[in-house]
């Protein structure tokens, strides 16, 4: 019994729906005969004061009723007292245009009422507005719920991974529909930031976990000479470097940091120098006050990378910074081999390495690219790698001056 | 002979690590937990507290936090989550520095020698300065190692800019020769002399708007060195 009774969008509506319909039929029928017919003349007693029942829309001609307009749409008078709708069947009714009504020919079928155009355009005024505000009502009762629905879940997709807590729906208004969707999006939001948190610790555990026996095993190395021993040093340290990246994958680097404005070339130079300092073949050139607003950590980060990338892969790395009017742009260009236009997308992936790139010369966990254009996608700005005609790769950079 | 105190829950660590600082000259004793290193601290002296973040009974930022209001002994924070933040955590809290696992051997034996080299030479007073310091309407941070400037933008600075800078902000209205700068500014594992001191100088002039040709801010003194020429404020 209390399922049938049960708010539900389907009973809503349809409930809706007809008493729209029924109710437009009523009042229309009602108004018109009361407001409009009724002014001008009454037949004997009749039915005043009580309901009257319409025929089906639209209102036929009002049986019964006075000889509208002297007799002018007149083809002969109804019964007096017959109720509503019988002295004519539905869908025969015609309403030729006022004017032209004495050029009719006389009808051989039964006699016809016609609206005065007043009392006509008030019949369909009110219908309109009556199925009007139902279907705005029952519009809003399918709208207004989703719109909630989009707007919730474009929070979610933000906040999953960052520290934000997941956006919450109410759960005790609306349909058993809305209700039952709040419900299970609440669910999925919650079990969502679950599981990614749950991930986040778990990848903490793992590097802390790992670094340990690393930290075990580069002691160990330490008291052998030899040539493996200094291979085992490298990889350690290219474990470690792995951990380190995904360990800023799942924290969300940069989720924290507020915005600054930032001098790109002041960082580029100073990443550079540092580079040069051991040793490294790098450069740094461009305008100067190239000023950004930005996270200054996560867009050290990536500069970094894309400069140890084009190290790695390309020998030298030569940074450009220039200043446009509503812009900065960081170019890195590199000496190497370039990236096969076919892998040029998917070099962004997690974890994906080019070819030929899984030997210990040119290492790297596959996770630098990544991290540095989510990075940068949420300083508002964006992160193209390209071949130069001239041989070697450029990344660029672009981030928004202001934001 | 300096005296090491090396925690870690870690037996192998211990063992090795230990090992491989005696062979530089260090005695270290190695103890596994928090417990173990208050009652070591408190019986005997030591010139420097090597402290793992992680140990079983208690948490290595609180032992440098309570390390650092019982004595003036330098610490070196070792972790395995060597990520930005727990590091400018570990800077805060007390700590002279703070290596990340795995680490280098070597540039451990480094690190503890230069925390050492500064610990005579009144450490207690290089710790107490403050975190932030102002001059000229410019700000530095020394933990997160940003200087933001008077117009309030970010201004990066390299390694060797950083500690240039440290340097002067320390000394303000000071001359200070050339051999001094690079005593103040060398670390392990660069080279620091009296050229790469002067091309820090004029990086550093750069990036402070400092114009080349007559600086106001960083002084050239003929035959001296060099004078940070402003009043720094904290």
């Not at chain 1, 009392?119 to 207004?144: E, H, K, N, Q, T």
């Not at chain 2, 309030?152 to 209205?173: C, K, T, W, Y």
Request: charged share 25%.
């Amino acid at each position: 019994m209390k399922r049938l009774w049960r708010d539900t969008l389907f009973k809503r509506l349809f409930i809706l729906m007809w008493v729209a319909l029924v109710a437009s039929h009523l009042l229309a029928y009602n108004i018109v005969t009361r407001f409009v017919l009724d002014s001008a003349s009454r037949p004997q007693g009749g039915f005043r004061g009580s309901l009257l029942l319409p025929s089906l829309p639209p209102t036929p001609g009002v049986p019964g009723g006075p000889m509208v307009g002297e007799g002018l749409g007149a083809k002969g008078p109804a019964e007096p007292g017959m109720p509503p709708g019988m002295s004519q069947p539905p869908g025969l009714n015609q309403h030729p245009p006022p004017g032209v009504d004495d050029d009719t020919p006389p009808d051989a079928g039964p006699p016809q009422f016609e609206l005065p155009t007043g009392a006509l355009l008030l019949d369909y005024g009110v219908r309109f507005f009556i199925i009007g505000l139902a279907a705005w009502w029952g519009a809003r009762w399918v709208s207004a719920p989703m719109r909630r629905l989009a707007t919730a879940s474009r929070t979610l997709t933000r906040s999953i991974g960052s520290h934000e807590p997941p956006p919450h729906l109410d759960e005790s208004n609306g349909t058993v529909e809305v209700r039952d969707a709040a419900h299970v999006f609440n669910e999925m939001g919650r079990e969502l930031d679950e599981q990614f948190r749950g991930r986040g610790l778990l990848v903490a555990a793992l590097s802390h976990d790992l670094r340990t026996p690393l930290t075990r095993m580069r002691m160990r190395l330490e008291s052998i000479e030899s040539d493996a021993a200094q291979r085992c040093i490298a990889d350690v340290r290219e474990m470690d470097e792995l951990i380190d990246s995904s360990l800023a994958l799942f924290r969300g680097v940069g989720h924290a940091e507020a915005a600054q404005r930032v001098d790109v070339l002041a960082l580029a130079q100073s990443l550079c120098d540092d580079l040069a300092e051991q040793g490294h073949a790098v450069s740094a050139s461009g305008h100067e006050a190239s000023v950004a607003e930005a996270q200054p950590m996560a867009l050290r980060r990536v500069l970094s990378n894309l400069i140890s990338n084009a190290l790695r892969y390309g020998e030298r790395a030569d940074v450009t910074v220039l200043r446009e009017p509503q812009s900065v742009t960081v170019i890195v260009d590199d000496a190497g081999p370039g990236i096969a236009p076919a892998q040029m997308e998917r070099v962004f992936q997690p974890f994906f390495r080019g070819e030929g790139s899984r030997n210990r010369a040119t290492g790297g966990a596959g996770l630098g690219l990544y991290i540095a254009r989510d990075l940068i996608r949420r300083q508002g700005g964006t992160l193209a790698l390209a071949n130069r005609p001239e041989g070697g790769l450029r990344a660029t950079v672009t981030l928004p001056a202001q934001r | 002979m300096a005296r090491c105190l090396l925690v870690d829950d870690d037996s192998e660590i211990r063992v090795s690590l230990g090992d491989y600082l005696q062979r530089f000259g260090m005695s270290v004793l190695c103890v596994s937990n928090g417990a173990q290193m208050r009652r070591a601290v408190k019986s005997e002296r030591f010139d420097v507290v090597i402290l793992d973040v992680m140990l079983p009974d208690d948490n290595g930022f609180d032992l440098c936090r309570w390390l650092r209001q019982e004595h003036q002994t330098p610490i070196i924070m070792l972790t395995a989550q060597g990520d930005p933040i727990s590091r400018v955590v570990g800077l805060e809290i007390g700590a002279d520095d703070y290596v990340g696992k795995p680490f280098e051997p070597r540039e451990l034996v480094a690190r503890i020698n230069a925390v050492l080299r500064r610990a005579p030479a009144g450490d207690a007073e290089r710790r107490d300065q403050p975190r932030n310091v102002k001059f000229e309407g410019w700000s530095l941070d020394r933990m997160q190692r940003l200087l933001v400037s008077p117009s309030q933008v970010v201004v990066a600075l390299s390694n060797a800019e950083f500690r240039l800078l440290i340097a002067f902000v320390d000394h303000p209205g000071r001359v200070l020769s050339r051999d001094q700068l690079v005593d103040f500014t060398v670390t392990p594992g660069v080279e620091v002399n009296h050229r790469s001191v002067d091309l820090a100088v004029s990086r550093l002039r750069q990036k402070l708007g400092d114009s080349p040709r007559e600086p106001s801010l960083i002084r050239t003194v003929r035959g001296e060195g060099y004078l940070f020429d402003a009043k720094v404020n904290a």
